[in-house]
């Protein structure tokens, strides 16, 4: 069965820290892609992230990469240079790539990050 | 650029009525729509999505139903209310190439009373 596991619930950084957010998965679809999403106290998800299982590099975005481990199934999420306005709820999504018709994204419980001045 | 609407904002109903949420999308042709529902604490829970008009996909049975009447238009309704539809409503679109990478709207918060 597909999963996604997100074993913190709450985290704490300091301002201008790094931080690390865990992600892992299961799947035994070949291919597949990875998505992080960040929800602020607004509601609104927001796309950070994407990375695709068969991308020779890990994924970068400005302040935040992806630690694309394949063979442990993890694919946590770094915020380098922490700031206020990262406190949020942090989702990590999976979908298989090569599903025909099945457009599911399958969603963590979250991770709840607050960034402390 | 493409942008996503959804209205209202915020909505509290009585139990046994009536439900329609709209959402539609800008900048963009013939997108995947979805919706999703977030109960408090919780993940998404995927209720639709549509990979065109008039073509919907239902995930969860419910009393739910959904309807694209028009190419970037996508509704969410109810004819009676549970308490246990109050939650956080999600509508999001993709392109349906590559990463389908998911786009979501601001949503609506709905307390069902």
């Known amino acids: 069965a597909q999963k996604i596991t997100q074993t913190q619930p709450g985290m704490f950084v300091q301002e201008k820290e790094a931080v690390t957010l865990d992600c892992t998965y299961d799947t035994s679809d070949p291919s597949y892609g990875l998505f992080w999403y960040k929800q602020p106290s607004s509601g609104e998800m927001i796309f950070l992230i994407y990375?695709?299982?068969?991308d020779q590099q890990n994924a970068t975005e400005g302040r935040y990469s992806l630690n694309f481990q394949k063979a442990r199934k993890s694919a946590n999420l770094v915020i380098s240079a922490s700031q206020l306005g990262d406190s949020a709820m942090y989702f990590c999504a999976m979908r298989p790539l090569n599903a025909g018709n099945n457009r599911k994204l399958i969603w963590g419980l979250g991770t709840s990050l607050a960034v402390n001045p | 650029s493409q942008t996503i609407h959804q209205w209202p904002a915020t909505l509290v109903q009585p139990v046994g009525s009536p439900l329609s949420l709209e959402c539609t999308v800008e900048g963009t042709s013939n997108p995947n729509l979805y919706w999703y529902r977030q109960a408090a604490g919780r993940g998404l829970q995927l209720l639709f999505y549509?990979?065109?008009?008039?073509?919907i996909s239902s995930e969860v049975p419910q009393n739910l139903s959904a309807s694209r009447p028009q190419d970037r238009q996508f509704i969410l309704s109810s004819k009676k209310l549970l308490l246990s539809d109050s939650g956080f409503y999600l509508c999001a679109w993709s392109d349906g190439q590559g990463s389908e990478t998911q786009y979501f709207g601001p949503g609506t918060r709905l307390l069902v009373l």
């Open positions: 549509s990979v065109g008009i008039g073509q």
């Open positions: 990375q695709g299982s068969y």
